[in-house]
């Protein structure tokens, strides 16, 4: 498992509120957006607006970068590779009670109910991390 021998890294992984999460366009050129994640073991669950250059990037190229903010000083750095799929087979957002449990207050600040976030967020993408680096 990426990062299996560093508690603190699995704890930051499971509890900040965003990750960047970088695909490539068809040319090649990188593009980062910050997403919210839910961690499964060696997955992260992203639920997406459907119409994006990010759900179109992973169906043609499944090869992603993810990084957690650093503390400000150059520390507290977490980056992972990856392989991304489109999981239309998962449950909506507003099913995974763990998912609604870590944005919920996201969610209310948005005015957004978690079934209106599903209706609107309604691309399940999982990430597979293949490696990982953290310090």
């Known amino acids: 498992m990426v990062f299996g021998d560093k508690p603190a890294t699995l704890e930051r992984l499971d509890g900040e509120p965003i990750i960047w999460l970088t ?28 119409d994006t250059a990010r759900v179109d990037n992973i169906r043609s190229n499944p090869h992603v970068a993810l990084n957690l903010d650093g503390n400000g000083r150059g520390g507290a750095i977490v980056t992972i590779e990856g392989t991304a799929r489109i999981a239309d087979e998962l449950p909506a957002a507003s099913d995974v009670p763990e998912y609604v449990d870590k944005y919920r207050t996201f969610m209310e600040r948005n005015g957004w109910t978690p079934d209106v976030f599903a209706a609107r967020y309604s691309t399940p993408i999982v990430v597979t991390m293949a490696r990982g680096r953290s310090w």
């Open 23 to 50: 695909t490539v366009r068809g040319n090649g050129q990188p593009q980062t957006s910050p997403v919210w994640f839910l961690r499964r073991g060696n997955e992260l669950l992203i639920y997406s607006l459907p």
